[in-house]
């Protein structure tokens, strides 16, 4: 069994706007193992996005990372930061959520770098794409003379040097090995006649393309993690397979690990090696790809694939999960199972907020199974369905609801008479 390269330890994200506090994550732990995709899949909203966007500190105002820990292992960090934060070191592994911001930030790009869901909305459409990917190799080229800090990411690159630069390209920041290398990436990626397309700025680049210059732009630091957001969100079929084909032909080449973000079964089911399925900001099921798809616990799991056709069998009409996901505003989500209204299996224990659970030994995981690979955050992985202990089907009903469909009926009685 490979070994772990990130453990992510109760994650918990929040967004307090005016409108209530928003909690996007809730207590989320996993594992990603040296070279394996690890896929992360639930409905829009879920926490997804956010998630990944916690992991490598990108969080914005109003949102704020409240609790957890991110272990990274990597011995030179830990040999670093041992003397100034030995709280955060645990052999080969650093929590970076201990350790200073700016140290942080320098492990974006050489530690972890991130393909957006938009990479129309993610590229500057004021600079070609080969200047933009060269500024990538460029900032992590001077980090690595440096690596712990920001200075040496500008080198002191001011106002003065920028305006110096647009007299003599002699002074501009980016150099012309990072050219050239920002070039070998667009080879790399698939772009057709490279060194013109370099040239060319983002609006003259098809979307599958864009795609392509993003993940061009992610590898410039050559990071141990790659986290792809929504990878083919807007690309059509064609070149959807493209993408994760060459996604896949990178991670096998690098031996780089990735977390796939995305609300496509099928995207998963091609490209990943684990898999956690996510709800209202928690993992509700997480374990091997056959351990999910052969063999569901939590009714969420198999609701979603209930709502996928079968290729086998495409006659029988698709069975979608009822109801909507939660707001997730604080001060509307019950202490319970936040699926349990939209359950089919929904029980009595449901009511209380339940914890993971080992799938084999049907205990308490405490964030990891026994086995390392299935548990599912349902009482259903304990013991089997009780229909005598069933909720009844109007429980989570509010009043409003109620009084709404009496009113209904009654004008539906009004009309008939």
Known sequence: MADDLLRVRDLSTRFFTEDGQVNAVESVDFDVRDGEVFGIVGESGSGKSVTALSVIDLVESPGRITSGEVWYRNADLADEVRDDTPEAVDGEFVDVRRVPENVRRALRGPSFSTIFQDPMSSLNPSLTVGEQIAEAVEVQRRARSNPRTTRSRTQGFGLTDLLASTVFPSRSYVSEESRAEAIDLLEQVGIPDPAERADEYPHEFSGGMLQR?????????????????????????????????????????????????????????????????????????????????????????????????????????????????????????????????????????????????????????????????????????????????????????????????????????????
Do not use: W
């Open 213 to 417: 210059a993003m993940i061009a732009q992610a590898l410039a630091g050559e990071p141990d993690l790659l986290i792809a957001d929504e990878p083919t969100t807007a690309l059509d079929v064609t070149i959807q397979a493209q993408i994760l084909d060459l996604l896949r032909d990178l991670q096998e080449d690098t031996g780089m690990s990735i977390v796939m973000i995305t609300h496509n079964l099928g995207v998963i089911a091609r490209m990943c090696d684990r898999v956690g399925v996510m709800y209202a900001g928690e993992i509700v099921e997480r374990g091997t790809l056959e351990d999910v798809f052969d063999d569901p616990v939590h009714p969420y799991t198999r609701g979603l694939l209930g709502s996928i056709p079968d290729m086998d069998d495409p006659a029988p009409r698709l069975q979608p999960i009822e109801g909507n996901v939660p707001n997730l505003y604080a001060d509307e989500m019950e202490d319970r199972c936040y699926f349990a209204d939209r359950c089919p299996k929904a029980m009595e224990e449901c009511l209380d907020h339940p914890p993971e659970f080992d799938v084999e030994t049907g205990e308490p995981s405490g964030g990891r199974t026994e086995t390392g690979e299935h548990g599912a955050r349902c009482v259903l992985a304990q013991h089997e369905y009780d229909p005598s202990r069933a909720l009844p089907e109007d429980y989570f009903r509010s009043e409003d609801d109620t009084e709404s469909e009496r009113e209904s009926q009654t004008e539906e009685v009004s009309a008939d008479d």
